[in-house]
Structures are given as C-alpha cells and as structure tokens.
C-alpha cells in the first residue's frame, strides 16, 4: 500500500518572525491559562502540518521516519507534532529520533536521552566529534555553519541507512524557508529557496520538511507551552554577524511595517511562471513561435503587472485561528 497522508490529516487533529536567542535554560513551564490558550495555536500547527505532509506527500504507509532531533525548538516542535498526527493518521508510519552529539563543550548529553525515554519514543543518539574538526579548520569569527552542516548531514545519512529509515524528517519552517530564499537572491544571484521534499545529496533517501508551512514564532511559543528542554547550539549562535540573521531582521521589519507581506512572499513561492523568468532551462525560449491559436492568459507583455489580492496566492491555511 502506498497511500499519502492526506492534506487535511491536520485538521482531522482537532484543535514577530526573528530567529529565537541561543538560551542556556530549557522553556519555562507555561501556566494553565496559557496551556489553555495554546490549544488553537497547537489545532493550527496540526493543521500546518498535515496540509504539506498531503501537499507534497511527504509521508506514505509503512514509512519509517528518523527525525533529527537538535534540541532546539523546531525539531523538538517536529518530533511532538508528528507524535499526535500519527496517533491519528490514516496511514501507518514509524518514528524514531536521532540526535548528533558534536561533542560541544558543555553539551548536556543527559537531557535527550533522559527526555525521549519518558517519552516512550524510539532514539538513537549518534556521537560524532565535528566540534573540534569545524574549531580546527575554521577562523575565529568565521561562519561555521556551512562545514558543520556538511559533516552533520554525512553522518545523518549514514545513520539513516543503518536505522533502516525510508525519510528524513528535519525541523526547518516557513522562515528559514523565506531566508534562505533571500540569501540566495541578495548574495548567490540565484533564485532559490529549501525544498520541502527532495532526494538526499548520496541519493539514497528522501528528506522532508513537514514544518515549512509553520511560522518560526508559532514554534516558539509552542516550545513555551509544551516546555521542551531546549539545548542551545554554541556553534553558530555566537556568531551575531551571520547573513541569515540579517534576513530574519528583514522579514520581521516588513511584517512590522507590512502586515502580510511575507506570507503573500511565500505564497509566491509555489506559484512560479517560468516563462515570465530568464532561465533558458526552464522554458524553451529558442523554441517559441506562434502557433496561430489563442494562449489563455499568454500575452500580457503590453499590461500594467496586477495587483493580486494577497488571500488568492497563499495555497495554505490562515496563520490565525
């Protein structure tokens, strides 16, 4: 059987964008009134969810899914999210969850282990030293992550097929999506953003994204509510100078200053006309001649360039409830 979980699995569940500040102390506890309050908030992140899972048949019966579990809110926020869409999904899937201990120095490596046993979910914990191999080859100040990232994905790739996973679920969302969609455009003069599916570099596995609907702030709170342990990175968190940075306090200002704007942004992401682009790739303009019938909607060459109602290009559900 290879059924997809559907777009509405989410709803079936029930009921400031900037890039959250290395902490050394796991969430707080949220009172009851807030827990309270978080229901909706926690009805909208299913409903998020399950609507890209379906969109981009993320998950299909039988699956067995490694979630890579940093400790920081988003993975922390994936691994809970698809703990309760399984527990009603109309498909059958398997959960485990990995964590890479990099061997940072003051790393608490009880708190993981500790929190996904009481937990009752499956886990691996992989221990790799990449923190001295990035400290020795990179300069003081300089932007870790991109090493970082490729020893860590070396690693997770290996594992995944030593676990026997079928995909590989990461915790990234909407803004990472948007930032690095930016980074691309203002520094890589490409346009070019995360897939929310794609095969993996070695071509021996699927990775997903089932966050990329979910806004980084939703996630945050969410980590609040639920009092996850947070573990904060000490590798790139202390460097304050990073792009990615830069273009978290993009988005937040043109939220701030435009309400909409960036959810209209991302809406645009899925609704790509490669014949109104330059990529001779993509379209076939060498090509191109009339072929003396009508094209619906084709020459618009000579018009004003419309504006849309920003409600039409957004595929997803409404941020709020």
Request: glycine content about 8%; overall charge negative; hydrophobic content about 40%.
């Given at each position: 059987?290879?059924d997809?979980l559907?777009?509405?699995?989410?709803?079936?569940?029930?009921?400031?964008l900037?890039?959250?500040?290395p902490?050394?102390?796991?969430?707080?506890?949220a009172t009851?009134?807030?827990?309270?309050?978080?229901?909706?908030?926690e009805?909208?992140l299913?409903?998020?969810?399950?609507?890209?899972?379906?969109?981009?048949?993320m998950?299909?019966?039988?699956?067995?899914?490694?979630?890579?579990?940093?400790?920081?809110?988003?993975?922390?926020?994936?691994?809970d999210?698809l703990?309760?869409?399984?527990?009603?999904?109309?498909?059958?899937?398997?959960?485990?969850?990995v964590?890479?201990?990099q061997?940072q120095?003051?790393?608490?490596a009880?708190?993981?282990?500790?929190?996904?046993a009481r937990?009752?979910?499956?886990?691996?914990?992989?221990?790799?030293d990449?923190?001295?191999?990035?400290?020795?080859?990179?300069?003081?100040g300089?932007?870790?992550?991109?090493?970082?990232?490729r020893l860590?994905?070396?690693?997770?790739?290996?594992?995944?097929?030593e676990?026997?996973?079928?995909?590989?679920?990461?915790?990234?969302?909407?803004?990472?999506?948007?930032?690095?969609?930016?980074?691309?455009?203002?520094?890589?003069?490409?346009?070019?953003?995360?897939?929310?599916?794609l095969?993996?570099?070695?071509?021996?596995?699927?990775?997903?994204?089932?966050?990329?609907?979910?806004?980084?702030?939703?996630?945050?709170?969410?980590?609040?509510?639920?009092a996850?342990?947070?573990?904060?990175?000490?590798?790139?968190?202390?460097?304050?100078?990073?792009?990615r940075?830069?273009?978290?306090?993009?988005?937040?200002?043109?939220?701030?200053d435009?309400?909409g704007?960036?959810?209209?942004?991302?809406g645009?992401?899925?609704?790509?006309?490669?014949?109104?682009?330059?990529d001779?790739?993509?379209?076939?303009?060498?090509?191109?001649?009339?072929?003396?019938?009508?094209?619906?909607?084709?020459?618009?060459a000579?018009?004003?360039?419309?504006?849309?109602?920003?409600?039409e290009?957004?595929?997803?559900?409404?941020?709020?409830?």
């Amino acid at each position: 059987m290879n059924d997809a979980l559907p777009a509405n699995a989410g709803a079936a569940a029930g009921p400031d964008l900037q890039r959250e500040a290395p902490s050394d102390e796991p969430c707080a506890p949220a009172t009851a009134d807030a827990v309270a309050g978080g229901k909706g908030l926690e009805k909208r992140l299913l409903r998020q969810v399950g609507q890209a899972i379906g969109d981009y048949s993320m998950i299909a019966d039988g699956d067995r899914i490694m979630v890579c579990l940093s400790g920081g809110k988003d993975s922390h926020g994936l691994l809970d999210l698809l703990l309760k869409l399984r527990q009603r999904a109309p498909v059958r899937f398997d959960l485990i969850a990995v964590n890479l201990d990099q061997k940072q120095p003051g790393f608490p490596a009880h708190v993981l282990p500790e929190y996904l046993a009481r937990l009752g979910v499956p886990f691996h914990i992989e221990t790799k030293d990449t923190y001295s191999v990035v400290k020795r080859l990179i300069p003081e100040g300089a932007t870790a992550c991109s090493l970082c990232s490729r020893l860590r994905r070396g690693i997770l790739y290996r594992v995944a097929t030593e676990l026997g996973a079928t995909r590989i679920a990461l915790g990234h969302h909407r803004d990472d999506l948007l930032a690095t969609f930016f980074l691309n455009l203002f520094y890589g003069g490409r346009i070019k953003a995360m897939s929310p599916k794609l095969v993996s570099d070695d071509g021996r596995h699927v990775v997903i994204r089932p966050l990329v609907y979910a806004r980084e702030a939703d996630l945050a709170r969410y980590a609040q509510l639920r009092a996850f342990p947070i573990i904060p990175c000490d590798l790139c968190g202390s460097q304050d100078d990073l792009k990615r940075r830069e273009m978290a306090r993009m988005l937040v200002q043109w939220e701030r200053d435009h309400p909409g704007r960036v959810k209209t942004i991302f809406g645009a992401l899925s609704r790509v006309d490669p014949t109104h682009l330059m990529d001779t790739h993509l379209f076939d303009f060498a090509g191109l001649h009339p072929t003396g019938e009508a094209q619906p909607g084709g020459d618009v060459a000579f018009d004003e360039p419309p504006c849309s109602d920003p409600t039409e290009v957004v595929r997803f559900d409404s941020d709020q409830d």
